[in-house]
């Protein structure tokens, strides 16, 4: 019994010590003098890793869970001879929800995992600490440009995944069930609001991409140097992240969505 | 004032990697000015650790570490990013920059402390390159390296910024006796050439005394040897000879501390 509590207790001051350490890492990576010589390279350079690299996986999924969606929405709208709106069934599902739920889930899985094992094991072959060794900050060399390059590629991922799978649904609903064109696009057009839907799913896909990012530069910084210390960390990357994603995005649709 | 002729001074070091696994109990030491010093012991006697303490990626549990006579515990994060400009360290892995060529790794210290102009950035560089014999190299990724060529890539690098001081990470392990031959002769060449104060962290014992100016011989958490190469290769202290002549038994012991192995093997039949 006694063993149990003092286990607890041990539980909760790392699980403490590891969000202070996380915080404080966090703060020193966001701000800051931006290094103007080389921060806009390594930045750019981050991007085109983590964004560019990660579109074929986001537009793949976009199409096909378009399609699905389209599928799935046409097939209970005919019933009550409402498949005109199938339009907005679809962008309102994809630019509140899926779009950026479905788009952070794939990020975390391409991306943020990419993200700490690479940065796990620059550690683990002493490339940090060569580093701090010539006098340059890690934080400030590593860690600040992958963060940044997370945050503002996953709202312009999400919006890619948005796009193509109104497409994917287009192509089911429109050209294969035979929905007509211009209700699908009026109907849409008719019902999104742009600060109701298009910028809420906006700041939801951003406040995942803070996130995603923090989590992942943090768990590659802070693990073990071997490895099975950077398996774990990768591991616990896509499970945290996908968390978090998972809780916030109830969070955040209560506050955008719930209070009418 | 004069300056002191030591670059470091340890006074009292106390370090310890769990609450019971102490690596430094009271360690004392003095590393002189253009000189080069051997930190030499078994393994996990805390010799990389000393590395770490005097470059400040570690905190010593109480005591002092004083580097060209700053505090080095006391310094801030940009006071310890400033002083260790002014220090190299080769890593016994190379830890060269994957992402980057050899050449962009020896330029890299060049390109985030200096403006120079990309002329003489490439000079600088090529002439490092063919100092440790690898200008030919330059080209390559550190992945078509060998273990041996990184390294002296490394050294490259660590040597760019003429650095007042080189912590050289065992720098022999691992290497066949040409290259530990090379090795050799580049960082005497090195000292020479640029004025270092150096630290050879190693336990090959032959190599490191072939150079080295004054060797401390650390284990069980404390300085058991030190003095020039003669004095400390003609030492008596039981613990120093069991090293040096590298005995397998002996005040080092060879087991690591278990219950009496009859006893064990008793235990054994019985359950």
Redo the contacts between chains.
Sequence with gaps: MIRQIRDLGAWGLDTTRGIGRASLLFWHAIWGLPDLR?GPRLFIQQLYFVGVFSLIIIAVSGVLIGMVLALQGYTVLVRFGAEAALGQFVSLTLLRELGPVVAALLFVGRAGSAMTAEIGL?KA???L?????????PVRRVLRPRLWAGIVSMPLLAQVFNSVAIWGAVMVGVHWLGVDEGSFWSNMQGVVKFTDDVLNGLIKSVMFGVVISWIAVYQGYDADPTSEGISRATTKTVVYSSLAVLAMDFFLTAVMFGIN | MPASTNWIEIRNLTFRRSPTRWIFKDVNMNIERNKVTAIMGPSGCGKTTLLKLI?G?LQPETGSIRVDGLEVNQLD?QGL??L??R???L???G????DLSVYENVA??L???TRLPEEVIRDLVLMKLQAVGLRGARDLMPSELSGGMARRV?LA?TIILDPELIMYDEPFAGQDPILAGVLRDLIQRINQGIGATSIIVSHDVAETASIADYIFVLADGRIIGQGPPDEVMNSRDPMVRQFLQGLPDGPVPFHFPSSPWPADLRRERRG
């Excluded at chain 2, 830890?95 to 994957?98: K, N, R, V």
């Design positions: 080389s620059m072959t002493d490339q600490a060569a580093m701090e060794m010539i006098g340059v900050d | 470059s990626q994060r990013l400033a260790r400009r220090m190299g360290m890593f016994q892995s830890a060269l920059f994957t890299f210290p390109r985030v402390h490394a690098r």
